[in-house]
């Protein structure tokens, strides 16, 4: 049986400012970048550079599970409790092998969903696709390495680094004439970001250097885990555009635009911030496992409520906010607007449950409860009703299930650790 830790202070107030305006920063790029497209792009083609930016980041959360259980992995190889009999696998080196195994899986497979997900471009746009997951992977490892550590100033240089790039590019790739195809290899090529900043940050190199608390074996168990459960959960929270397209006819679709910005401009407010700080939140529950559900009560409130006010104010001047910055022809009824930002709420409790028992050690549990959320929502994406109620539904429905098993299985791991 094991004792209480007492409780460890997980990250500085400075710490947590740094992290705060580098979420900020991306939260800001994203936005940036979907403003650009919205008016280099008229609407059909708009829908077609969503999808790739939806694919594009669907695939980076699905490497962000390295960038979890890497965090773990650390802080756990920190605190000296390494697994007998081993020095630890260097996590860099494994990032690399993941990221190499990911974007071949992709590259097999894209003759089953390129076409009908990419359209006629699908060829050039799998490669550029499979090179930033490689590149992104050796991004993950890092980030994990430096969250793991607590370097909390290199790990924000790295987030907002990559937001920068990714926005000049973009922005560059619309000054210059670029159409969808150059758009999206040049939201894709801010993957590379973390080279730079091997060469120019010391911290980064430090981090690049980090062991994990298991062997090689071991850490590529707990990260194929690990990617499950981020292959569901990316498939929810930045997936999403992907399976709406795969479920909808092409006709409607086509004139989905507006509606698929909204899901994006309407879930960033709370899920961008939360994302940044998931390193932050995995250190906080290995501090604090004992106390169980306990320890997301005011986590769990905080999201609540904002997802309520955020609700109001997205029902009262979300469509006049929306014409406003992406103009005339994405518009918006404020009622779909409170009901997807609601279920942004919903995705934030999905994502804070699911740190919470990664850092219990559970990948198991942690991987079931995103797997079920994401086919929950495709049962009810299959169903035939109208786009925006359909989506809706899928949207609050599936988190809410996840969040509750993860739940269930925070406070069944808490009474064996007390």
């Not at 390494?82 to 003759?111: C, D, K, N, Q």
Request: glycine share 12%; aromatic share 6%; with cysteine.
């Amino acid at each position: 049986m094991q004792t209480s830790e007492p409780p460890q202070r997980t990250i500085s107030g400075q710490g947590a400012t740094s992290v705060g305006v580098a979420s900020l920063l991306g939260g800001l790029s994203g936005y940036l970048v979907l403003l650009v497209a919205s008016h280099v792009l008229d609407t059909e083609r708009n829908a077609d550079f969503l999808t790739f930016w939806s694919l594009l980041f669907w695939s980076f959360g699905t490497i962000g599970g390295l960038q979890n259980e890497t965090t773990r992995a650390v802080s756990s190889a920190a605190g000296d409790n390494r697994e007998p009999g081993t020095s630890g696998a260097a996590v860099l080196p494994v990032g690399a092998l993941v990221g190499a195994a990911v974007g071949a899986v992709g590259a097999a497979t894209s003759f089953l969903w390129g076409p009908r997900i990419l359209g006629p471009s699908w060829p050039v746009l799998t490669v550029v696709l499979c090179l930033a997951v490689v590149a992104y992977a050796g991004q993950s490892a890092l980030l994990g390495a430096l969250a793991g550590s607590r370097a909390w100033s290199g790990y924000a240089r790295l987030v907002s680094s990559e937001a920068a790039i990714r926005v000049a590019l973009v922005g560059v790739a619309g000054l210059v004439g670029a159409r969808t195809v150059g758009l999206e290899a040049a939201a894709a090529a801010a993957a590379a970001t973390w080279v730079l900043m091997l060469a120019l940050d010391p911290a980064a190199r430090r981090a690049a250097r980090s062991h994990a608390d298991v062997g090689v074996r071991g850490l590529l168990r707990n990260v194929g885990h690990s990617l499950l459960a981020s292959t569901a959960s990316a498939a929810l929270v930045v997936g999403f555009t992907v399976l709406v397209r795969a479920t909808t006819p092409a006709d409607e679709f086509s004139t989905a635009a507006p509606f698929i910005l909204a899901i994006a401009v309407t879930r960033a407010p709370l899920l961008v911030p939360l994302t940044a700080y998931q390193g932050v939140a995995i250190t906080y529950f290995l501090a604090h496992r004992s106390e169980g559900v306990g320890a997301l009560r005011r986590f769990a409130g905080l999201i609540a409520a904002f997802g309520a006010v955020a609700a109001v104010a997205a029902a009262l001047v979300g469509p006049w906010l929306m014409r406003t910055l992406f103009g005339p022809g994405y518009g918006v009824a404020g009622a779909y607007l409170a009901g997807l930002t609601l279920a942004g709420a919903g995705l934030a409790l999905l994502t804070l449950t699911g740190a919470a028992v990664l850092a219990l050690g559970d990948h198991r549990r942690y991987s079931a409860g995103w797997v079920v959320a994401t086919l929950v929502a495709l049962v009810i994406l299959l169903l035939p009703l109208p786009l925006e109620p359909r989506v809706i539904v899928t949207l609050i429905v599936g988190p809410l299930v996840g969040a509750a098993l993860h739940a269930v299985a925070i406070a069944r791991l808490a009474r064996t650790t007390r």
